[in-house]
Every structure is written in structure tokens, then in C-alpha cells.
């Protein structure tokens, strides 16, 4: 069987990749001073490969509190549902942000980039109020079932990602990230 491999899953791919190497990713520039600062790792809210989603690391612990309890709930329904929920990423620093962002930039072009991955001043998950869940089943399963607890699928070409909404009415779906910058 072929494996499609689109142009969001290059996207995760880099996700992944960057969080499963956190511990040797050289550092990158930025910050307040000149030079360079040190190795991205779990203080910006790198996780390795997935977190449970009442972790008490700084991707889990970063996010807005009552996305935080949402995505509780959910999982907790989803488990009792025999769906297995994990965040394979949650908040992250602007420095995190802005090397998935450069990286994307770099590998294609900065268009394609901003349908991919929103910039450091635009990402939800640099507020702490948008999560990506894992693994797919868990993400079908909060697709259908997540406005219940609040939580709304943002992107057409993401269906990991969750925010959190007011109201039990989740917006329609953007087509992608690029779609809320302009």
C-alpha cells in the first residue's frame, strides 16, 4: 500500500523530529542578548515524543488553565471510551515556535510555511491555548466529540489541533493556519 505524504504531514514530521531530538538540537539564535542561547529542550516545551495530558512538564503546565481542564475531561471521556489521548505538543516558547517556523521557511518557502506553521507572534500554542492531540484515533475522536468539552478544531489541514471556545459552538474550520494571519 503507498503512503500519501502531504504537505501537513511533512509538518508533523518536523514536530516530531525536532521534539525526539530536543536533547541535540544545537542552539539557535534569538533571544534578548546577541549570539546564540542554548539547546531547545522541555523548558520550551519540547516533549519527546507525547505527554500525558496531566503532565507536569511545562508543555502541559504552560497551557491556559481551562484548556488544560478541558483536555482532561475529554481524555478522560475518550478513555472511557477505550481511546488512548496524548498531547504530542501543548504550549511552547517563542523560541521553539520561531525554529519550527524558520525550519518550515527554509525547507518551503515562507507561503507554504505560514499554511503549516503559524509564527511565533501568531501561534496559539505560544498563549498556551491550543494543544495538538495524538494519535489519530484520539484526534477522530475529539473531532467528533470535543465541542462538547469546549474544544474546537481549528484547521482543515490539521486535525490534531484543538483550541478551546466559549460556548458550545465550535467556528467553521479554517483551511489553514495561514487562513487566521491575514
Partial sequence: MAHVFTKSTAALVIVMTVAACSETLPG????TGAGTVGPLGEADGVVADHVAVDADVPAVTN?????????????????????STYLTSGWRSQR??????DEAVRRDGAQEAARLVA???????????????????AARWMSRNGERYGLCRIYENEIWHYERRSGR??????????????
Fill in 96 to 101: 521553539y515556535q520561531r525554529f519550527l517556523y
Fill in 28 to 31: 539557535i539564535p534569538g533571544g
Fill in 169 to 182: 459552538m465550535c467556528p467553521d474550520l479554517v483551511a489553514d493556519a495561514s487562513e487566521r494571519q491575514r
Fill in 119 to 137: 509564527s511565533p507572534t501568531d501561534s496559539e500554542h505560544v498563549t498556551g491555548d491550543a494543544v495538538d492531540i495524538g494519535p489519530d484515533e
Fill in 63 to 83: 497551557l491556559d488553565p481551562r484548556l488544560r481542564q478541558a483536555v482532561r475531561k475529554a481524555a478522560l471521556a475518550a478513555e472511557r471510551e477505550g481511546v
